[in-house]
């Protein structure tokens, strides 16, 4: 019978260690889409706030409107971000 468990135990090894894997990557494609939906969220809002009549170029005030709202949004992105993980944090336990 402790063959039979240590075959068990041998045989998941490798089954263990491909489903870490495969979870790692699907956390790191997570990672990747929710890094480009805020990208997307900020060029959408930013856009619409600082740049009133779309032209060829930016002027010197949209683009510091842009930089001051990308900036803004990442801050409350970071706050907004740091209050749901402690919540899910203290949740869980």
């Not at 089954?15 to 495969?22: C, M, P």
């Not at 790191?28 to 929710?34: C, G, I, P, Y």
């Not at 009133?52 to 801050?75: H, I, N, V, W």
Request: overall charge positive; aromatic content about 6%.
């Amino acid at each position: 019978m402790s063959s039979f468990g240590g075959f068990n135990s041998a045989a998941s090894t490798p089954g263990v260690a491909r489903k870490e894997d495969v979870m790692q990557q699907v956390k790191q494609e997570l990672a990747l889409a929710n890094a480009q939906e805020l990208i997307n969220s900020i060029n959408k809002q930013c856009y619409k706030m600082c740049i009133p009549s779309p032209g060829t170029s930016l002027s010197s005030s949209e683009q510091a409107s842009l930089s001051r709202c990308m900036d803004k949004y990442l801050a409350s992105w970071d706050t907004v971000s740091r209050a749901y993980v402690a919540r899910v944090t203290q949740e869980n336990h």
